[in-house]
């Protein structure tokens, strides 16, 4: 690291190129993962990235570099290249004056990932392995991976921020796969935090692993889905990847600030059923998606997305809050430095509503129970979404009766919002990498359990 | 520090460390990218980076780690990282290397030409490419997504048995998304093209085929559940066909991760169906004389006439199974350690023609869209179940736009419905040559 003139100095000379705003954004990673195939470490790799991103604003055009280079002077090419680019010769002889913001770190951490020795690590992924292949005689492989980071970051800007923040994150992952006659069917599950080795006083990897095989085992005895459009009941937790899909992404400014959402323009006005409010907190406590600032050096806060029913904010960056003529909102993230910062979710849910999901769940004739969800994807400016059910129930007379498999959901966010029409009151929140134009990063989904009075379940005829 | 006094240094600490044998994956390359909005540049892009990636063996097992520094400090972290990965693996997996022999093909993949290209002309591209799109009709209402990109990079594969093999590449891609809308509807249409040459770029045509996909769009009914016959679009058959090679990996068959897992030379596909890996295809940007383990790549069949030929192999596999690695070890990213995947699959054409598809197909539904790949399949069972859109089919002509539906099936049942296969193949960006095909009985769910 050098000192604070320098960088000023790397900054100055990208403004005098012409810039409205320039930024630096250091990273320092440590990265690991280990995997596991039934049982046996298959493969550990470990490393460090190291790089620095550098970027202006002119008006609304963003320019974006980044290199390995770290000295002042690789710095200093990079800064010239920029300036090349804007090509607006101007003198620019300040030196910036960098503030600080101290604050109270959201996810400290007790064991850094590079503390603890490897075949720790190991140890917390035997148990998984155990967990889950000792579950049933349907499991026919498990395949456990570890993933652990701990990221640095600096940034400096033109307008005065200078910021620093470490994300440690570790998570564990199960796949277990059940066989039955023929038929193979797979479970996943995948508790990560924003701690470093300490979440496992936490979160018991037996039960892990246990869970992952759970869901294979029922899968696998499973029939079809039925096809065609039915209330579907949505589980809590990672249920919650339905609005992080249908809505989340559209409220981000990266689509917003273009008028390529479905929600753009809406502020103020109902865009959800009054018994939906929902929020991205990335201030929650070594959570998955959680920092203290974030790659803009804004501090990060919790932002009021709907509030029973109305829309109330968007997730805002820097260049979407010049665009859109708003505040920044503390949600800028980048999977690392190869990618520019913009807009994105953090730790997304819903609020609890009133209903125990028992009550739910009585209150429904025909439909789906969507326990546990897999992935999903959304075209932001139609808000056509699509999600995989992996772990389904049907639902008659009020009652759970059978597990049905290979269901997807499909459906229109600004649809979907409006026919969600019960809210639990059982609040919880399930990991995910979220990946958009600013890369892969962790994110939380999370919802109680709720009912939308129709979806289109892709199963079978 | 150079790369190979970098390698040099890291292979005597390794031998000090204990390893028996060490190589070195280098890779170093650039990108240039813009996006146009509204006829301006929205954001520009350009950058450099280096990487490194070391693997370590003894007594068979290998040890490894990466880094994006090149100095002796470096060197020393990478291999007693590397090391540390070493004590925890475990199993019965023997690794080896590759010395370097075998016969190597010659191939070009690098021109040059895109890094001649000024700026200047490269923003005129960009501005040409979104004005094309949005001049195509008046409903298109905006364009979300115009980039237009290159990228170049040189490797260099370095072991201590002998191997040094070095490529260098580059390419470019423009994508599209163009938004089209009326009273009543929204919707999108994409096209991506992939360009070894800035020349072979055509800005029209990828401007205008984003438009009138989605202005086809638009006005789309509903379809009703139910069992049909459905044609795939080239590029859409492409992907889905692509999502499901996994199960070729020799890796995944010998975990039983493969439904394919024992049907070697056996049928697992309508005789019209022929597939090849051919790593050497001019026209794709991923070609290779050489896979990332240092192997030499060379074409071959993997399915023919419906007949599973072979599974795809790197080292250890091959070892394993008592065979010859396929040249097959392709690396995603430094930061995860190399999986088996084919360099370009490549879907033997057949003789309709598009047209001639849709008059055997008599009615049915024509998919142009999927979504949820990432997510709705399932690639150890090969089911898979997933949200689709196009037209629907009557009297062998195409009649109405249709959307949010899903279309549900397996892999392998895909494999067997296969009716006619067309002659127009098309190269997309899931690394799979593709032609349209016409499959029987697919579950369709709607209303």
Redesign the interface.
């Known amino acids: 690291m050098y000192s604070d003139e320098a960088y000023s100095a790397v900054i100055t000379k990208i403004l005098s190129g012409g810039a409205d705003f320039a930024e630096i954004f250091l990273e320092d990673r440590y990265?690991g993962?280990?995997?596991m195939?039934?049982g046996?470490?298959?493969?550990?790799?470990?490393?460090?990235?190291?790089?620095a991103g550098l970027r202006a604003f002119k008006g609304?055009?963003?320019?974006?570099?980044?290199?390995?280079d770290l000295s002042l002077d690789g710095l200093m090419k990079v800064a010239d290249?920029l300036k090349a680019?804007i090509d607006q010769e101007r003198d620019v002889d300040t030196v910036i004056d960098f503030r600080e913001r101290e604050y109270v770190d959201l996810c400290p951490v007790l064991h850094a990932p590079e503390s603890i020795p490897?075949?720790e690590k190991?140890g917390v992924m035997k148990l998984a392995h155990e967990g889950a292949s000792t579950f049933s005689s349907t499991i026919?492989?498990v395949i456990v991976n570890y993933i652990e980071y701990d990221q640095n970051v600096w940034i400096y800007n033109s307008v005065g921020v200078k910021a620093q923040d470490h994300r440690t994150r570790t998570r564990l992952s199960i796949s277990a796969?059940a066989?039955k006659n023929g038929?193979?069917?797979?479970g996943f599950y995948g508790p990560g935090g924003a701690m470093g080795f300490e979440f496992f006083n936490i979160k018991d990897p037996r039960a892990a692993g246990e869970r992952a095989a759970r869901i294979a085992d029922r899968m696998v005895k499973a029939e079809?889905a039925p096809?065609?459009?039915m209330p579907v009941i949505i589980s809590n937790e990672f249920g919650g990847v339905i609005f992080h899909e249908a809505c989340g992404h559209a409220l981000e400014a990266t689509?917003v600030a273009?008028?390529?959402s479905?929600f753009a323009g809406k502020l103020g006005q109902k865009i959800a059923n009054e018994c939906v409010s929902a929020v991205d907190d990335p201030t929650i406590p070594n959570a998955w998606g959680s920092a203290n600032v974030d790659d803009e050096g804004t501090p990060t806060r919790r932002n009021l997305l709907i509030d029973k029913g109305i829309l109330k904010n968007y997730m805002i960056d820097r260049l979407g809050a010049i665009k859109m003529r708003m505040e920044p909102t503390g949600s800028a993230r980048r999977q690392d430095y190869?990618y520019?910062p913009t807009s994105r979710m953090s730790n997304t849910f819903l609020l609890p509503g009133e209903y125990y999901p028992e009550e739910i769940i009585a209150a429904t004739d025909y439909g789906l129970y969507a326990k546990s969800l897999?992935?999903?994807?959304v075209?932001p400016?139609?808000g056509?979404?699509?999600?995989?059910v992996m772990e389904g129930y049907m639902i008659e007379n009020g009652r759970i009766t059978r597990p049905v498999?290979?269901?997807?959901l499909?459906?229109?966010g600004d649809e979907v919002l409006t026919k969600i029409d019960m809210v639990g009151n059982d609040l919880a929140r399930g990991q995910g990498m979220c990946g958009s134009i600013s890369g892969s990063i962790p994110a939380d989904v999370g919802q109680p359990t709720v009912k939308v009075s129709e979806l289109?379940?892709?199963?079978?005829? | 520090m150079d790369i190979k006094t970098f390698a040099d240094k890291a292979f005597e600490i390794s031998r000090k460390i204990g390893f028996e044998e060490s190589e070195i994956y280098y890779s170093s390359g650039g990108e240039f990218q813009l996006s146009s909005l509204n006829g301006e540049i929205d954001s520009y892009k350009d950058a450099s980076s280096t990487e490194v990636y070391f693997r370590g063996l003894k007594s068979g097992k290998i040890g490894a780690a990466f880094s994006e520094v090149l100095s002796e400090e470096a060197a020393e972290l990478l291999v007693d990282e590397a090391f540390q990965n070493y004590s925890v693996a475990s199993g019965e997996d023997v690794y080896v290397f590759h010395d370097g022999s075998g016969d190597y093909a010659q191939f070009d993949g690098y021109s040059g030409d895109f890094q001649k290209k000024s700026v200047k002309e490269k923003i005129d591209t960009v501005i040409a490419l979104e004005k094309s799109a949005l001049d195509y009709d008046k409903r298109i209402v905006m364009i979300p997504t115009c980039i237009n990109a290159d990228s170049w990079s040189e490797l260099v594969i370095v072991n201590t048995l002998g191997l040094n093999k070095t490529y260098k590449s580059d390419y470019g891609f423009a994508v599209v998304v163009s938004l089209a809308g009326d009273e009543k509807s929204k919707k999108t249409g994409f096209s991506f093209s992939l360009v070894r040459r800035p020349e072979e770029l055509d800005v029209e045509r990828i401007g205008h085929e984003a438009s009138r996909r989605a202005v086809e769009q638009l006005g789309a009914g509903k379809v009703k559940s139910g069992r049909y016959r459905v044609i795939f679009r080239n590029d859409v058959f492409g992907q889905l066909f692509g999502t499901f090679m996994s199960m070729y990996s020799a890796d995944n068959v010998q975990r039983g991760l493969s439904i394919l897992k024992g049907k070697e030379g056996t049928a697992i596909g309508s005789s019209r169906l022929t597939v090849y890996d051919d790593p050497l295809l001019p026209e794709s940007p991923y070609s290779k004389p050489f896979d990332d383990e240092g192997f030499p790549t060379s074409k071959k069949a993997i399915v023919e006439n419906g007949k599973l030929m072979t599974f795809l192999y790197d080292l250890r596999t091959a070892k394993k199974d008592g065979k010859k690695s396929t040249g097959n070890s392709v690396r995603g990213t430094h930061r995860a350690k190399p999986s088996i995947a084919p360099v370009n699959t490549v879907i033997e054409r057949g003789e309709k023609s598009f047209d001639g598809l849709l008059e055997t197909m008599g009615e049915g539904i024509f998919v142009t869209d999927l979504t949820g790949l990432h997510s709705g399949t399932n690639q150890v069972s090969g089911e898979f179940s997933l949200g689709a859109s196009g037209f629907y089919v009557r009297n062998g002509k195409i009649s109405n736009p249709i959307e949010q539906f899903t279309i549900s099936s397996n892999i392998l049942k895909v494999y067997n419905g296969i009716a006619e296969i067309g002659c127009d193949p098309i190269s997309s960006i899931y690394r799979v040559t593709s032609p349209s095909v016409l499959v029987d009985e697919i579950d369709v769910a709607s209303e």
């Open positions: 990265t993962s280990i995997s195939v039934q046996e470490v298959e493969g550990s790799v470990s490393g460090k990235l190291f790089g609304t055009r963003s320019i974006y570099a980044y290199t390995n290249r680019v490897k075949k190991v026919s492989q796969v066989t038929n193979m069917e797979t079809y096809a065609g459009k689509g273009k008028g390529a479905v190869t520019a897999g992935g999903g994807s075209m400016s139609t056509e979404f699509n999600f995989a498999r290979g269901a997807t499909i459906g229109k289109i379940v892709g199963g079978r005829n």
